[in-house]
DNA sequence: TTGTTGACTCCCG
DNA sequence: CCGGGAGCCAACA
């Protein structure tokens, strides 16, 4: 079993939705540590395959697909999220503003309620 | 306990 | 716009 800050990590992710898209920064802010963006990167390399984290749908602060420096793997994020609606342009990024997707405005709506 | 490392991010030139 | 360097926090040996 992964460490309760992992899984902490893990259940915010599976709280985005499919066509939208976050950042490792993001992530970790609302798991409340808005510097530890490694860590969310570390415990997204952790996932196993079958897993049920959307951890294709996390990517970095610039809007690009990011890994270590292998190129095939990041292939399979970039199809899934295409699949889903999120575009990426010639340089491989997409646009952060319109698909971010905001945890603050989610955490507050489920809190109105 | 200390030191190293990493799917990151920000700042400076 | 691009490259290089420092800061960050948490996991691991």
Do not use: K
Not at 29 to 49: C, D, H, N, T
Not at 68 to 81: I, S, T
Request: charged share 25%.
């Amino acid at each position: 079993m992964a460490s309760p800050f992992r899984q902490d990590i893990y259940r915010i992710v599976r709280t985005v939705p499919a066509g939208r898209v976050t950042t490792y920064g993001d992530v970790a802010a609302v798991a409340g540590s808005p510097r530890a963006a490694r860590q969310v990167g570390y415990a997204m390399a952790a996932l196993p395959e079958g897993t049920d984290v959307p951890w294709h749908r996390v990517i970095n602060a610039q809007g690009m697909i990011s890994h270590r420096g292998d190129v095939a793997r990041p292939m399979e994020q970039l199809q899934r999220l295409e699949d889903e609606g999120v575009a990426f342009d010639g340089g491989g990024r997409c646009d952060l503003d319109r698909l971010r997707w905001r945890f603050a405005e989610f955490l507050e709506a489920a809190d109105e309620d």
